[in-house]
């Protein structure tokens, strides 16, 4: 089992730009959660699927990011018209189950706005 | 604000000693977890303590929970360099919510 794959590890984007990260959960896992960290923040919850639909989005800014769950197997998390503000490590995780289950990470995504 | 807090903000060890780290929380739980994260890394889960339990134990990690005084600790015995790493408490408001962590506590083992 490869765990959560998280994709690209590393990304540098221009102010305005969008940026999209990829997430794929372990293999079986119903639940896919997304966080953003910082020094400053910490490991902030942004949103999380189960079984592809969306169940908590309370973490989610409310413009410009976007999350989907288009099949089991991949979630994306979209950010429009970056800001140096964005800049953070993005993680991914996957559960079997609900939140109050284990959360399996992957190693995240250092997103740079410039 | 946070759902739960972990103190103090970072602890200083040498190898063999023992650590602990506290969390405290906001609401009624069924369960919160333990984790731990290394520079690099995602955070890794460490312990699953319920609500209906007062202890659990993973090899040299102890956890308790007060639910009176909505509290937990985490122990670490006989420390190694390797348990370097930031400590999270986590939990949730209920199985529809997502999990929120901590700010974490800073531990350091030095050989």
Redesign the interface.
């Given at each position: 089992n490869a765990g959560?794959i998280q994709t690209p590890r590393h990304k540098v984007t221009g102010k305005g730009q969008e940026a999209t990260l990829w997430c794929e959960p372990i293999s079986g896992h119903s639940a896919v959660?997304w966080?953003r960290q910082t020094i400053v923040q910490?490991?902030e919850?942004?949103?999380?699927f189960r079984n592809q639909a969306p169940?908590?989005d309370?973490?989610m800014p409310k413009e410009r990011f976007s999350a989907q769950m288009p099949n089991q197997s991949h979630s994306t998390l979209k950010i429009q018209s970056t800001q140096p503000q964005d800049s953070a490590v993005y993680?991914c995780?996957s559960s079997l189950g609900?939140?109050?289950?284990?959360?399996?990470?992957?190693?995240?995504t250092r997103l740079s706005v410039l | 604000s946070q759902l739960a807090e972990e103190n103090p903000w970072a602890l200083s060890v040498h190898e063999g000693e023992s650590v602990t780290v506290n969390c405290s929380y906001k609401t009624s739980i069924?369960?919160l977890?333990w984790?731990r994260q290394k520079s690099?890394?995602?955070?890794?889960?460490l312990i699953?303590i319920r609500s209906n339990e007062r202890e659990k134990r993973n090899g040299r990690l102890r956890a308790t929970l007060d639910t009176s005084s909505q509290s937990s600790s985490l122990s670490i015995t006989a420390t190694r360099c390797e348990d370097t790493a930031v400590y999270?408490c986590a939990t949730?408001y209920n199985?529809?919510?997502?999990?929120?962590?901590?700010?974490?506590t800073r531990v350091s083992v030095f050989p």
């Open positions: 959560v959660f966080y910490g490991l919850f942004l949103t999380y169940i908590d309370s973490g993680l995780a609900a939140s109050q289950n284990t959360l399996y990470f992957g190693a995240g | 069924t369960a977890q984790y690099g890394e995602g955070p890794a889960q699953l999270f949730a199985y529809a919510q997502g999990l929120t962590f901590g700010l974490g």
